[in-house]
């Protein structure tokens, strides 16, 4: 890629799409994926698709809090626009951004609805969050399986995927051994 020309107004806007994603992270960070990718990829050409799949992969098999994609994401805006100084810069701006309002909101609505766990309208709130987390999520799968080249006729690569969730939904299996199993079957060609 290229490297990308990045003036004080669009390291202003990618703070604030990420403040205002904050907001919408219901189901994690992870379920707003699908709008980072139309933001970073498709509006502003920051970033490729292969690096914001591997963004998200990488971060997803490394230890830690799920959010720290977020940070690499901003890590690789930053180096395609400079060196290190700016991948700093990205990398505090987008996990700061995506942090901040969701933590702070979450702190003072865990204390309401707390003390007001038995009313009808908090019940009602937290069971019709659920779909909407569903949908976030699958989205973000969508997203990720298409941005990596999967069409729907490379019916091997989606069949690898369903069994995988199917895997993951019906059995304790860890992760990490469906990851290796993906990366052997990559290094073998089948995907």
């Known amino acids: ?7 004080g107004g669009d390291w202003v806007a990618l703070l604030v799409h990420y403040l205002s994603l ?8 992870i379920s ?29 098999a490394a230890p830690g ?5 977020t940070a690499l994401m901003g890590w690789n805006v ?20 995506i942090m901040l309002p969701s933590s702070v909101l979450v702190y003072l609505t865990a204390h309401w609805s707390h003390r007001n766990r038995d009313l009808r309208a908090v019940r009602a709130f937290k069971q019709g969050m659920a779909p909407l987390v569903v949908a976030l999520l699958v989205a973000t799968g969508w997203i990720l399986a298409t941005g990596s ?14 069994a995988t969730a199917v895997v993951v939904w019906r059995t304790r299996l860890h992760l990490l051994w469906l990851l290796g199993a993906g990366a052997v079957l990559g290094w073998m060609g089948w995907v």
């Open 1 to 7: 890629m290229n490297p990308i020309v990045m003036q």
């Open 22 to 29: 904050s907001l919408l992270c219901v189901g994690g960070a």
């Open 32 to 60: 707003t994926a699908p709008d980072m990718h139309r933001f970073l990829v498709q509006e502003k050409a920051w970033l490729t698709d292969p690096q914001f799949s591997a963004s998200i992969a990488i971060a997803q």
């Open 65 to 69: 809090p799920n959010v720290l994609f």
């Open 78 to 97: 930053g180096l395609n626009a400079g060196g290190l100084g700016t991948a700093a810069l990205g990398m505090v701006l987008a996990l700061g951004g």
């Open 149 to 162: 080249g999967y069409s729907p006729a490379n019916w091997p690569a989606w069949a690898i995927t369903i």
